[in-house]
Nanobody
């Protein structure tokens, strides 16, 4: 059983940056896929990025390519999502999820509680 806790959300101006963190406990993240998802009010949840810890491969939604970077901190059993050049349309609740397997074809069983990101002037 894996527990996930997100942090790092907040209010930022357009063009600004935030770094989200997903801290895992209950198991190491070896051989896991860790995904970041987001859901804006009135919209469906969408996948943002994913990292496969077994081979380090990463995936990004087209809407965030070149602006977001996903990475893993092995020592802290944590996955980060660095978000740069933020836009108002990035406003959403961001969730991390985990399960054994390789991105992008993973049915995630473990989910965090979410962290709010608001991009506004």
């Amino acid at each position: 059983q894996v527990q996930l806790v997100e942090s790092g959300g907040g209010l930022v101006q357009p063009g600004g940056s935030l770094r989200l963190s997903c801290a895992a406990s209950g198991d190491t993240l070896d051989n896991y896929a860790i995904g970041w998802f987001r859901q804006a009010p009135g919209k469906e949840r969408e996948g943002v990025s994913c990292i496969s810890t077994s081979d380090g491969s990463t995936f990004y939604a087209d809407s965030v390519k070149g602006r977001f970077t996903i990475s893993r901190d092995n020592a802290k059993n944590t996955v980060h999502l660095q978000m740069n050049s933020l836009k108002s349309e990035d406003t959403a609740v961001y969730y991390c999820a985990a399960d054994l397997g390789l991105c992008p074809n993973v049915a995630f069983s473990y989910w965090g509680q979410g962290t709010q990101v608001t991009v506004s002037s």
